[in-house]
């Protein structure tokens, strides 16, 4: 793998909120323009191998793919992998309070697996991403820090 995408950004919410908000796939049409919907697979709250299906605009339309939660380390660390599909990403969104944790530093990490043709799609998704994710990590701060539903509990 390439080396990854890393984005910060800081936000005046605290690490709680922030997390619960961020890692939450079925928010993530709220604040990433290229998600379309996201089904959670299964029941019960999530844990580590937790599954969810997303649906992405991408180049002549919706991409599906599944995702695995790898990591679930509340209010500080989540990440994430692809499992199925050509091109697989992996992202971790890591966040620590700052201001005494009134506010908060959010750091993605995002990197993407090719198989098999995706390989040859891996350079160009990355190009996609590195051009689209900071807008989408700036609605993440707008949303968290404009609106009092962002709040909510997933």
Known sequence: MATPLVSEIEVARPPEEVYAYATDPTRFPEWQDDVVEVRLAGDGPPAV?????TSRRMGRGPRTMTQEVTELDAPRRWAA????????????????????G????VTFTLDFE???FGDLLVPV???MAAKTAPTSYRHLKERLEGRDDAKRAP
């Open 49 to 53: 191998g937790s599954r969810f299906v």
């Open 125 to 127: 998704i990355r190009k």
């Open 81 to 100: 992998r692809g499992v199925d599909g050509a091109f697989r990403p992996h992202a971790t969104v890591t966040v620590e309070p700052i201001d005494g």
């Open 102 to 105: 009134s506010r908060s530093r």
């Open 114 to 116: 090719g198989r098999g």
